[in-house]
């Protein structure tokens, strides 16, 4: 574990942490344990992910347990939950460039696994994609945690 984590105040299923550094590793940890106790299990791991800059030290927490802790990534399955819409993968505004240059280029994640929304239909087509990406995650029993952003 990073030497500068504290354990949370809890109560209740709420946990305060001094600052966003402290919250974000207590996040990556928290997953970190769930992909190990996956693969413990021969099972995967499911996560939900997002982008922006909240989660951003989560992620790079997760490089670090990956580089330094030898965390393997190899059995989780990830689902972004958006995109910007028209937009191609390659854009650096995307979150796809945005994932794959703040965590999926660094961790030994299967590019199969990987799931970001991508609609390269007209937009009447978004409302079925949106649909399939949905009846996608349904078919692998759905996500467990998800790492959401901050709107404020």
Request: with cysteine; glycine share 4%; aromatic share 12%.
């Amino acid at each position: 574990m990073s030497q500068n984590f504290q354990k949370p105040a809890s109560s209740n299923n709420l946990s305060l942490f001094a600052d966003a550094e402290q919250a974000s590793i207590y996040v990556a940890h928290q997953i970190a344990e769930l992909i190990w106790k996956q693969q413990k299990q021969g099972k995967p791991a499911f996560l939900g992910l997002a982008t922006g800059n909240t989660p951003k030290r989560v992620y790079q927490e997760l490089i670090r347990l990956h580089l330094i802790e030898n965390l393997s990534f190899a059995n989780v399955i990830s689902f972004n939950l958006d995109e910007y819409y028209p937009i191609f993968p390659e854009d650096n505004q995307s979150y796809t460039y945005f994932m794959r240059e703040n965590l999926f280029r660094h961790i030994d994640m299967k590019p199969q696994h990987i799931h970001i929304p991508h609609v390269e239909d007209s937009a009447n087509g978004i409302v079925q994609y949106c649909k399939d990406y949905e009846d996608k995650i349904a078919s692998f029993g759905g996500l467990g945690p998800a790492v959401v952003r901050n709107w404020s």
